[in-house]
């Protein structure tokens, strides 16, 4: 099976930037993808970024569209996440994710239900 290590959180002041590492082992796919998601205390899990492997297509959460950028390393199996401009609202646990056949590509993962390999987390805290 996949297993995903995210790393790379902390504590940042607002307007910092944190990226995130996600590495994968296991069996993997040319045609799936990779992202990240996010759960604040609270709330429910939400949708942040995400990248199809093949092509390096990727997609958005509105609310940080301009201020992140996920990217991948094929040599290292390798997603990161680059955080710029950091917010307080961002704080959250941030989890990698990875997806194939119907969450296969960079909407599909973030937009369908259905199986998903999933990391740990790693925490994201932003003070004011």
């Known amino acids: 099976q996949v297993q995903l290590i995210e790393s790379g959180g902390g504590l940042v002041q607002a307007g910092g930037s944190l990226r995130l590492s996600c590495a994968a082992s296991?069996?993997?796919?040319?045609?799936?993808?990779m992202g990240w998601f996010r759960q604040a205390p609270g709330k429910e899990r939400e949708f942040v970024a995400s990248i199809s492997w093949s092509d390096r297509s990727t997609y958005y959460t509105d609310s940080v569209k301009g201020r992140f950028t996920i990217s991948r390393d094929s040599a290292r199996d390798t997603v990161y996440l680059q955080m710029n401009s950091l917010k307080p609202e961002d704080t959250a646990v941030y989890y990698c994710?990875?997806?194939?056949?119907?969450?296969?590509?960079?909407?599909?993962?973030?937009?369908?239900?259905?199986?998903?390999?999933w990391g740990k987390g790693t925490l994201v805290t932003v003070s004011s």
């Open positions: 296991g069996r993997t796919f040319s045609n799936y993808a």
């Open positions: 994710a990875a997806g194939s056949g119907s969450r296969g590509t960079a909407y599909a993962l973030g937009h369908n239900s259905g199986m998903a390999y």
